[in-house]
């Protein structure tokens, strides 16, 4: 099995800045899109940013600027460095990767999800 497990979040004042990590685990043959997506309180989860392989990188607008992605492909580990945050940004955050894993004897390519993790920003 596959697992992402999140970590960096926090309490954080206005202005500030917080790092996530996202490290995925397991029978794990390949990693695709890694990406990060947020839901407020009462709102529809959204997109936040994805990054490839390769290292192509996609920002939700609201972010842009603002935030930045990266990944480890060595140790199939995604960031996210979160610079200027506003109260907006208040919400879970969790990572996604569709990964290629080793399953009965083949090899299955599925989406899997972190557990999210909670981000704050408030004075």
């Known amino acids: 099995q596959v697992q992402l497990v999140e970590s960096g979040g926090g309490l954080v004042q206005p202005g500030g800045s917080l790092r996530l990590s996202c490290a995925a685990s397991g029978s794990i043959f390949s990693i695709n899109t890694m990406g990060w997506y947020r839901q407020a309180p009462g709102k529809q989860r959204e997109l936040v940013a994805t990054i490839t392989s390769g290292g192509s990188s996609n920002y939700a607008d609201p972010v842009k600027g603002r935030f930045t992605i990266s990944r480890d492909n060595l140790k199939n580990t995604v960031y996210l460095q979160m610079n200027s945050l506003k109260p907006e940004d208040t919400a879970v955050y969790s990572c996604?990767?569709?990964?290629?894993?080793?399953?009965?004897?083949?090899?299955?390519?599925?989406?899997?999800w972190g557990q999210g993790t909670q981000v704050t920003v408030s004075s």
């Open positions: 996604n990767a569709y990964v290629g894993a080793a399953v009965g004897g083949g090899r299955v390519w599925r989406a899997y």
